[in-house]
């Protein structure tokens, strides 16, 4: 014989408040950011190629990443913020090629911090950002052959 479960009404109105209460403390599903900035900013990085002056195209990189950090800002914890740095980081590259400064450079190193963090589901955007983040660090060191050897088979084996 299975035992019978009967509640009183005041303990399922206990049990339907506790519910609502975990409903109203339970962590929210990140935000994505919305496909359509990110082709927003994928045609922005493909037009600067078609862009005439230096200037133009120096502002239109800086745009790039001004938005991709408005987008990330306001979706921190969103899947699709690695995609977004990675176009972030593809302008900053052309940014740097104009305009070769250490705010640059800084910046650059910035982006690749944060798109090494992403998870191996985005293995294929992290990797550039990966290498040009170890070849600094290998180049502060003075490291030798040896060392960069070891240290790309460490960033592979990730």
């Given at each position: 014989?299975?035992?019978?479960?009967?509640?009183?009404?005041?303990?399922?109105?206990?049990l339907?408040?506790?519910?609502?209460?975990?409903?109203?403390?339970?962590?929210?599903?990140?935000?994505?950011?919305?496909?359509?900035e990110?082709?927003?900013?994928?045609?922005?990085?493909?037009?600067?190629?078609?862009?005439?002056?230096?200037?133009?195209?120096?502002?239109?990189?800086?745009s790039?990443?001004?938005?991709?950090?408005?987008?990330?800002?306001?979706?921190?914890?969103?899947?699709?913020?690695?995609?977004?740095?990675?176009?972030?980081?593809?302008?900053?590259?052309?940014?740097?090629?104009?305009?070769?400064?250490?705010?640059?450079?800084?910046?650059?190193?910035?982006?690749?911090?944060?798109?090494?963090?992403?998870?191996?589901?985005?293995?294929?955007?992290?990797l550039?950002?990966?290498?040009?983040?170890?070849?600094?660090?290998?180049?502060?060191?003075?490291?030798?052959?040896?060392?960069?050897?070891?240290?790309?088979?460490?960033?592979?084996?990730?």
């Amino acid at each position: 014989m299975r035992p019978s479960l009967h509640f009183c009404r005041s303990c399922w109105r206990c049990l339907l408040a506790i519910a609502a209460c975990l409903c109203l403390f339970a962590a929210p599903a990140p935000a994505d950011i919305p496909a359509k900035e990110v082709t927003a900013l994928q045609e922005d990085l493909t037009a600067i190629n078609t862009q005439g002056s230096a200037a133009k195209k120096r502002r239109s990189c800086k745009s790039i990443v001004r938005k991709g950090n408005s987008l990330i800002e306001a979706s921190p914890t969103a899947p699709s913020r690695f995609e977004v740095l990675s176009l972030m980081l593809q302008s900053q590259k052309l940014l740097l090629g104009m305009d070769n400064s250490e705010r640059n450079r800084e910046s650059l190193f910035e982006i690749c911090a944060q798109l090494a963090k992403a998870p191996d589901s985005h293995a294929d955007l992290r990797l550039e950002a990966d290498l040009l983040f170890s070849n600094r660090t290998l180049d502060a060191k003075g490291a030798g052959k040896a060392e960069r050897v070891a240290a790309l088979t460490a960033l592979i084996a990730r």
